[in-house]
C-alpha cells in the first residue's frame, strides 16, 4: 500500500501543474468527461480561503483525539466545472480504494448543517498515523465539520485521496445493480440498495459492476445469501472475525452507527432479491476453472 501511494506520488510530480516543484509535491486530480484538473498541496495551502478545521469523534481519525486540519471548502475543486444534481464523485484513493460519493451532500452540505471540507496534509507537519504501523490519512481527504447528528457515514470520509471523478448515478452506470422496477418506492430493497452501493461498493463488485478491487463480487458466481445461512452473512458483515479470522483479512466491521439494524435487514433483502437478478450465471471475462 505505501509502495503503491509512493508510486502515485511520484507519477504525479512528472506531469507537472507547476513547472518548479519538488517531485514528492502531491496533486489531487478532478475529473469530470474529458476534463482533468491537478490541484498541488502548495497551490491548495496558498488559497485565501484556507481555514481549519476541527475533527470531532466521526471519521479516520475518531480514535485519534480531536485534530485540527488545514483545509479548503470542497467546492473551490469544482469551479467552473457542472456537477448534475443527482451525479456521484468517486473518490479514488493512492492504494486502489474507490468510494462513490453523493454529490450533492458533498458540494451543498447536509439540512442539518453538516458540510464537506477537503483537508491538506502540510508537508512540515505529517498528521498522525491511521492506525499502528499505517501511514496517515494524507496527502489529501475528505472530512465533514457539523455532523452532530451522525448523518454521515465513515465511507463519506474518503482519505489518501488522489483523485476525484464527476460520473453519472451508479444505477444509471450500472443497470445491473437496480433491483425489479416493479418494487414500490421505500421498499426495503430499494433502500437495501443504497446501504449497499454507500458501504459496500468502496470494496466489492456486484454482477461484475463498480471499481473495487479488494474484495469478491458479491453476486457473481454466486450470492452469499446462497452459501452462507442468515446468521453467518449478519455475523461476516458485523464481526467479520467473529466467522473466521486470518492475519491479512481486510473486510472492517460495519458497525451500528454506519448501518442501523433496519438497514442490514435492507441490505439483505437486497442481495436476496439480486441473488436471483443475475444476468448470466458466469462472469463474463476469462472462464472460470
Ligand atoms: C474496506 C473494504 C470492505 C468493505 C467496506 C466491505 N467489505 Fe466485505 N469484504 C472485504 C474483503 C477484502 C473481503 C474478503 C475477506 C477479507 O479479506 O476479509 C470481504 C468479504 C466479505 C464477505 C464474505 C464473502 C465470501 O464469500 O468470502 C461478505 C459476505 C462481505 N464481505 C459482505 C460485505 C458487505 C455486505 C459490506 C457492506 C455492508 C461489506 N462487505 C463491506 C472488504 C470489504
Known amino acids: 500500500m505505501v509502495a503503491a501511494a509512493l508510486t502515485t506520488l511520484v507519477m504525479l510530480g512528472s506531469v507537472g501543474c507547476d513547472d518548479v516543484r519538488p517531485v514528492s509535491e502531491p496533486c489531487l ?20 480561503d ?22 479548503v471548502p470542497v467546492e473551490v475543486l469544482f469551479a467552473g466545472v457542472e456537477v448534475a444534481p443527482d451525479a456521484i464523485l468517486d473518490a479514488h484513493g493512492t492504494d486502489g480504494f474507490s468510494a462513490p460519493l453523493h ?13 464537506a471540507h477537503l483537508a491538506i496534509e502540510e508537508a512540515g507537519e505529517p498528521w498522525p498515523p491511521l492506525g499502528a504501523g499505517r501511514p496517515s490519512a494524507g496527502p489529501f481527504a475528505i472530512v465533514w465539520t457539523g455532523d452532530d447528528e451522525g448523518h454521515v457515514s465513515n465511507e463519506e470520509w474518503p482519505y489518501q485521496l488522489a483523485r476525484l471523478s464527476v460520473e453519472e448515478p451508479l444505477t444509471r452506470r450500472y443497470p445491473s445493480l437496480m433491483p425489479s422496477s416493479g418494487l414500490p418506492e421505500g421498499d426495503p430493497v430499494r433502500v437495501g440498495l443504497e446501504v ?25 458466481p454466486m450470492s452469499p445469501t446462497e452459501y452462507l445461512t442468515e446468521d453467518g452473512l449478519r455475523r461476516i458483515i458485523r464481526d467479520p472475525r467473529s466467522v473466521r479470522a486470518w492475519p491479512a483479512s481486510q473486510m472492517p466491521a460495519v458497525t451500528e452507527d454506519q448501518v442501523s439494524e433496519d438497514e442490514l435487514g435492507a441490505l439483505i433483502a437486497y442481495l436476496e432479491h439480486m441473488a436471483a437478478r443475475r444476468p448470466s450465471p458466469r462472469p463474463s471475462g476469462p472462464a472460470l476453472p
Open 29 to 48: 486530480t478532478v475529473r469530470s468527461g474529458e476534463t482533468e484538473v491537478e490541484f498541488c498541496r502548495a497551490q491548495l495551502l496558498g488559497r485565501d
Open 50 to 71: 484556507v481555514h481549519e478545521v476541527r475533527l470531532g469523534d466521526r471519521g479516520f481519525y475518531r480514535q485519534a483525539g480531536p485534530l485540527t486540519l488545514k483545509a
Open 103 to 115: 454529490a450533492n451532500r458533498v458540494l451543498q452540505g447536509l439540512s442539518s448543517g453538516a458540510r
Open 196 to 220: 449497499f452501493a454507500t458501504n459496500c461498493m468502496p470494496c466489492h463488485r456486484f454482477n461484475g459492476a463498480g471499481e473495487a478491487e479488494m474484495g469478491p463480487d458479491l453476486n457473481r
